[in-house]
């Protein structure tokens, strides 16, 4: 599977449905050794213009915009080619929450989903409803894990 996506955008030409684009996902950046997130597509407000897109900053933790989406493919490196240690009984190094409702489809791969609470261990076809809460992400394979992720900005 391919860590940068290839991105197809559809809309009018000449009063007819077209491809408008076709090429490799360019808002793509590796925040950390093989931690590649390319940023697809957002949306500013509900509901969604089906004008071009507006670039926003592609961030390690996402930042959607307010009353907007974010759609994101991560190719996830292993835990040990990330540099990142977890020791049990401690919080993960990369917890963190965002105010969006998630839904996040694992595509390759195997990742581990920690919550403050414990934790479950996700395969390919899993699909994550992340609900605004505290949350990391680890890879304790040897292959890249490559997630699929569309954000909604969310009200508590």
């Not at 955008?9 to 007819?16: A, D, E, M, S």
């Not at 759609?71 to 190094?93: A, N, Q």
């Not at 195997?110 to 076809?125: A, Q, S, V």
Request: proline share 8%; hydrophobic share 35%; glycine share 8%.
């Amino acid at each position: 599977m391919n860590k940068i996506p290839r991105r197809i955008v559809t809309g009018i030409q000449n009063g007819k449905s077209a491809v408008i684009e076709d090429s490799e996902v360019q808002n793509t950046v590796e925040h950390l050794p093989g931690l590649i997130i390319s940023d697809i597509w957002n949306t500013q407000n509900i509901p969604a213009s089906l004008g071009m897109e507006s670039l926003i900053p592609n961030t390690g933790f996402p930042q959607t915009p307010k009353n907007g989406t974010y759609f994101r493919y991560v190719s996830i490196p292993p835990d040990k080619d990330l540099g990142v240690e977890f020791k049990p009984g401690e919080p993960h190094p990369m917890m963190h929450k965002t105010k969006t409702l998630d839904y996040i489809i694992i595509l390759s791969g195997e990742l581990h989903l920690i919550m403050e609470e414990g934790e479950t261990l996700l395969k390919p076809g899993d699909i994550v409803i992340q609900r605004g809460t505290n949350h990391a992400w680890s890879n304790r394979s040897d292959q890249p894990c490559i997630q699929l992720a569309v954000l909604i900005d969310a009200e508590e």
